[in-house]
């Protein structure tokens, strides 16, 4: 019987693989025995016939791929790397490496290499909530943790939808109903999620800062706010008051597309709440101002007090599972390691730890800025941008001016391997072992349950083995992955808040380990958190005459990102299908389209086709399309939030136009 981890979504459900089985680890706190489709199907994932086995190199993309050696292929990469300015090479991570992969791609490209353009997709998911929680609270930290939901009367879901998205989060959801938890559903479909709602409010899409605006508003009007609390743990109140109190009420609220009477009942509800969790995903962040709906949120938590007390805080859910490891190492470009910067004093610090002079003092360029920034050499490691990013026709037109694409991958059939120099075959899920942080700050270690396959390796290996090869032998002298892990834990402690020296590597495959327990007060130099004033700009591209429907985009319950994981079992291609589009009965009606009806959805963009799905789950002039759709992206809009640069994927407008046969 060996104990592992889900590698799946950021929820981090314990498992127990035992006689070619797995089940959940029922003694694990976090998930209690319960694991999701996904998970349960995880072992279908490994021996599959899209694995990547051997090392490939081609001329052009236009060539056949020709199996390699190792060394043929690292010395290739190194080459390159020596031959070309740092500025022009690129790594692009993923929240599904392990922390110690994250650690060493990070270290060879920030530290030796010398450039940090050094980031991860998920700067597509979380890195709105990443600005925000800095901005708001002095350092990127979420202050509560699952088992907070258990004491909470009052939970609040905007724009997560947990049953498709932390199935297993979503059951725990459920469980603390029973005992009296009240749950909120705000999204402009009516969800999976809203189905178990005490209520739902169906804003209307892009209005998200104006309802939490609103809240705020009214506490502030009805002085229900906590004073001791603003007056002694926040800054900029008075901004904030001044700037709400300018604002018309019936504004915002017929912005929201909510009645009077809907709101006055959440509202209710809201200021006979004792303890208030807010948690949100992508409906948020995926946004032109998600980091302001992101702080907008925040104020709501500050002005109540209703923060760093059980049972209440805003609650960012993370959709991978190591997205928050990630985050911690340094894989994000705008950020050095370890949550430190690019400031003189954190620069000094990381490069006597590294022991390294090569530390650039400038932010790097991000996931959503790489593939338009004319890079010479572009590393991309278990992900596939040309099927995540948004405007796809843009970044397969743009990829294609990088001179050498590498990708590390386990699979072979990624969408972006189509314009790729140079594949890397790297040990998947099942095959390897290594750490991972989920949603609450759990550290967690996933473990090997089969011998590698053919001749792929471990991602840090991957890298360790380039560091090599450019001659960082005494840097990159890891004999195991405990090694780097006790490395990245020594180096935490550069960050008073972040030091996870108390775990142990071989126990946290059986208790994990709960980093940043001890912090209970704001990490901002005075202590205090800051109240950020934000309005709705209505930045996100509008509705027209010729593009008169606003695209949503999301998860469904059993499908993983491009599917390259869950298409294969059986399993998880009965629940919903892999394309289809909502679209809401009137709509249909009136461009006389019927369920099963092939449909083009087009934008400025590009196009896609589709299957039609006619229900009242959505609202008017509003269709929703999974991203298990492969194809998705073509119609995306690219506009970044000028902060987190994270894209605008759920406000696109497009239009629908049926296929006659």
């Keep these: 019987m060996i104990k592992t981890v889900c590698g799946y979504c950021g929820v981090g459900c314990k498992l127990v693989f035992d006689a070619s089985k797995l089940k959940g680890d029922k003694e694990y706190p976090i998930n209690e025995g319960k694991i999701c489709s996904k998970g349960s199907s995880e072992l279908?994932?490994?021996?599959?016939?899209?694995?990547?086995?051997?090392?490939?190199?081609?001329?052009?993309?236009?060539?056949?791929?020709?199996?390699?050696?190792?060394?043929?292929?690292?010395?290739?990469?190194?080459n390159k790397i020596k031959k070309t300015r740092r500025e022009k090479i690129g790594f692009y991570l993923s929240g599904q490496l392990?922390?110690?992969?994250?650690?060493?791609?990070?270290?060879?490209?920030?530290?030796?290499?010398?450039?940090?353009?050094?980031?991860?997709?998920?700067?597509?998911?979380m890195a709105s909530a990443v600005v925000a929680y800095t901005k708001a609270?002095?350092?990127d930290f979420v202050p509560l943790r699952m088992d907070d939901i258990d004491k909470a009367n009052l939970l609040i879901l905007a724009g997560a939808n947990t049953a498709e998205?932390?199935?297993?989060?979503?059951?725990?959801?459920?469980?603390?109903?029973?005992?009296?938890?009240?749950?909120?559903?705000?999204?402009?479909?009516?969800?999976?999620?809203?189905?178990?709602?005490?209520?739902?409010?169906p804003i209307k899409v892009g209005s998200d800062i104006d309802f939490f605006n609103l809240i705020s508003k009214r506490m502030i009007e009805e002085k229900i706010y906590d004073e001791n609390f603003v007056q002694n743990y926040t800054n900029?109140?008075?901004?904030?008051?001044?700037?709400?109190?300018?604002?018309?009420s019936e504004t915002m609220l017929l912005n929201t597309g909510l009645s009077s009477e809907i709101f006055e009942s959440f509202f209710k509800l809201y200021k006979e709440s004792e303890n208030i969790i807010t948690a949100w995903t992508m409906g948020l962040n995926q946004a032109s101002q998600g980091v302001d709906k992101n702080l907008a949120l925040i104020n709501t938590h500050l002005l109540s007090g209703k923060i760093f007390k059980e049972g209440n805080g805003p609650f960012s859910l993370t959709g991978q599972p190591n997205a928050m490891g990630g985050r911690e190492v340094g894989g994000l470009s705008n950020m050095l390691a370890v949550h430190l910067g690019f400031d003189e004093k954190s620069i000094e610090k990381v490069s006597h730890f590294w022991k390294t002079n090569?530390?650039?003092n400038q932010a790097g360029l991000t996931a959503t800025q790489m593939i338009d920034a004319d890079l010479d050499l572009l590393i991309i490691c278990h992900t596939d941008p040309v099927y995540h990013l948004p405007n796809r026709n843009k970044v397969e037109k743009?990829?294609?001016?990088?001179?050498?694409v590498v990708e590390i991958?386990?699979?072979?059939?990624?969408?972006?391997?189509?314009?790729?120099?140079?594949?890397?075959?790297a040990a998947p899920w099942g095959e390897k072992e290594g750490c991972q942080t989920n949603l609450d700050r759990t550290i967690t270690k996933q473990e090997k349950l089969f011998s590698p396959s053919a001749e792929v390796k471990p991602d840090w290996e991957i890298f360790q083995l380039i560091a090599q090869e450019l001659g960082h032998n005494e840097a990159f002298d890891f004999q195991n992955i405990k090694e780097v892990f006790e490395e990245f834990q020594a180096m935490t402690k550069l960050n008073i808040n972040m030091d996870i020296s108390e775990a142990s590597y071989d126990e946290l495959s059986e208790y994990g380990f709960v980093w940043g327990e001890k912090i209970k007060h704001f990490l901002t130099p005075n202590k205090k958190a800051n109240l950020f004033f934000v309005q709705n700009k209505n930045l996100s591209e509008q509705m027209s005459e010729e593009y008169p429907f606003i695209l949503l985009t999301g998860r469904t319950r059993d499908q993983w990102h491009s599917g390259a994981k869950t298409r294969t079992p059986k399993s998880l291609l009965k629940y919903k299908t892999l394309n289809y589009c909502e679209i809401h009965p009137e709509d249909a009606q009136m461009l006389q389209i019927e369920n099963d009806d092939k449909l083009r959805i087009s934008s400025k963009r590009g196009s896609i086709v589709t299957t039609a799905v006619v229900t009242d789950t959505v609202q008017k002039k509003t269709l929703f399309i999974p991203i298990s759709n492969r194809d998705i992206n073509y119609v995306t809009n690219d506009l970044l939030d000028s902060q987190s640069l994270e894209p605008d994927y759920n406000h696109s407008a497009v239009q629908i136009r049926k296929i006659e046969f």
């Design 236 to 248: 900029n109140f008075e901004l904030l008051k001044d700037g709400l109190l300018c604002m018309d």
């Design 398 to 404: 743009n990829i294609q001016n990088i001179a050498t």
């Design 165 to 201: 998205a932390h199935v297993v989060l979503h059951n725990r959801i459920k469980k603390a109903k029973k005992s009296g938890l009240k749950v909120v559903v705000i999204d402009p479909r009516f969800t999976e999620t809203a189905k178990i709602a005490d209520m739902f409010l």
């Design 44 to 78: 279908e994932s490994i021996h599959t016939k899209n694995r990547l086995l051997y090392p490939r190199m081609r001329q052009q993309c236009s060539d056949d791929f020709t199996d390699t050696s190792w060394d043929e292929a690292l010395r290739f990469i190194a």
């Design 137 to 139: 609270l002095g350092e």
């Design 98 to 125: 392990f922390t110690e992969d994250y650690y060493v791609a990070n270290k060879l490209g920030k530290g030796f290499i010398g450039t940090n353009n050094v980031d991860t997709n998920s700067r597509t998911c």
């Design 409 to 425: 991958n386990a699979y072979n059939n990624s969408e972006t391997s189509a314009f790729t120099h140079i594949q890397l075959p």
């Design 358 to 360: 090569k530390i650039s």
